[in-house]
């Protein structure tokens, strides 16, 4: 009996042990933590300048940060591999996980790289180590949720509020709008808002003559501040009639959403651009342009303003136009006239130049300020297919990169996108 009674107490013993030993690496497992994995070489370095060509394929779409890294985004971690010109996403140099907050957006300048959390969380990592240099307390976003897909895209090139200028950071949330210092997080001005409970996040870009500017869903106007005090720095009026679907597309930025010279607004029922000099903010067109019903160039979809110009899509040609005068500056045909139209996108315009894409899927890369071809290929890999649609391009220190889609209205990714590596990378 006393045998039996004792064994009794050392298989409940026994499995008090195994339970409390699973309970442990549960908590491991699904405890609030972060890791980091430190570099185990040595800083990739700066490669050397390519021909214009395709140079390989990626899963997902990266920030070029000090010209020597891509980082990318995930779910629950941002990440940095190397050398830029790599054909593949190598192992990475370095990555920074957080769990269970998911990855809001990350913007870079110089060697820090800035990234906010689902719980507000703002954290400055060196580009050369992966380290935290700085954290600092943010606003929660509205969404708490990674909304970058498979790619990532959306996180890196345009992060609902999370902006960058200068030395400056600068974070939109539901109740303020709030700047930190991008070297230490020390944390600035600050400018109340009204509670919004429209979703989603406010949407927004720097300009280029040091404002931010702010959109949220409930705002009947885009609010300019002064990136250096936070003093208010102008209105854009929108028509009433816009609403949440409203789109801020920001026009020659000199990083993603950083440092604009204008921006277009486009909702379903109309579209207008605006430029922004000195402090001020003025039509991107003629005077009479609105009262004649007459949209201005930047305002149509896809134009760029590359060096003062306005470069748009006429049938077979980009054109670039004068953004008062509308005069024609230069004419690139890339098509023949009497074969219809070849179907041209503009990608995107960085440095001085403009990137094409042709319907059979050719890059073009133009000069800005005369029209002439700087480079033309096919901008597939290898024998790939061309049956793909343009997604985010990003050019940066003589690269493009664009995400290639298929189903646009798909919700699993593996339709959404083109094929598993979905972004082609190119020295232009």
């Not at 400056?168 to 230490?184: D, I, Y």
């Amino acid at each position: 009996m006393v045998g039996a009674a004792r064994r009794r107490v050392v298989a409940v013993l026994a499995g008090l042990v195994l339970v409390a030993g699973a309970a442990l690496v549960v908590y491991r497992v699904f405890a609030p933590g972060e890791v980091l994995a430190e570099p185990t070489s040595t800083y990739p370095v700066a490669p050397t300048p390519r021909p214009p060509a395709v140079l390989g394929t990626l899963p997902a779409a990266p920030l070029i940060v000090d010209g020597r890294l891509r980082v990318v985004a995930d779910k629950r971690q941002v990440r940095a591999d190397g050398p830029v010109d790599s054909r593949y996403l190598n192992t990475p140099y370095w990555s920074f996980r957080r769990w269970p907050a998911e990855l809001i957006g990350v913007v870079a300048a110089g060697g820090t790289v800035v990234t906010r959390w689902s719980d507000g969380e703002l954290v400055g990592l060196d580009a050369r180590t992966g380290r935290d240099v700085w954290r600092a307390k943010g606003e929660k976003p509205a969404v708490p949720e990674y909304a970058g897909r498979r790619t990532g895209a959306q996180t890196v090139y345009a992060p609902p509020g999370l902006f960058l200028s200068g030395d400056t950071v600068v974070v939109a949330g539901p109740t303020r709008t709030q700047a930190f210092a991008l070297a230490t997080g020390a944390p600035g001005w600050q400018q109340p808002a009204q509670p919004c409970p429209t979703r989603p996040d406010p949407s927004g870009f720097s300009t280029a003559d040091g404002r931010v500017a702010v959109l949220r869903a409930c705002d009947s106007a885009v609010r300019l501040f002064d990136v250096a005090t936070g003093a208010a720095a102008g209105v854009l009026d929108l028509p009433a009639h816009m609403g949440p679907e409203t789109v801020l597309d920001p026009l020659d930025c000199a990083t993603p959403r950083t440092a604009c010279a204008g921006v277009r607004v486009d909702s379903f029922a109309e579209r207008n651009a605006w430029l922004f000099v000195n402090g001020e903010i003025r039509p991107a067109g003629l005077s009479d342009d609105a009262r004649i019903g007459r949209p201005a160039p930047l305002a149509g979809p896809g134009a760029q303003l590359v060096g003062g110009l306005a470069v748009t899509v006429d049938g077979t040609a980009i054109v670039a136009s004068g953004i008062d005068d509308r005069a024609e500056r230069w004419r690139r045909e890339l098509g023949d006239p009497r074969l219809g139209d070849p179907d041209l996108t503009i990608l995107a315009a960085a440095d001085g130049r403009v990137y094409v894409l042709t319907a059979d899927r050719d890059l073009v890369t133009l000069d800005g300020a005369s029209g002439a071809v700087v480079s033309r290929f096919r901008y597939t890999y290898f024998a790939e297919k061309t049956d793909w649609r343009p997604g985010w391009s990003y050019a940066a220190g003589g690269y493009l990169l664009t995400e290639r889609l298929d189903d646009l209205d798909a919700p699993d990714d593996a339709d959404y996108y083109f094929d598993p590596q979905p972004v082609i990378l190119a020295a232009v």
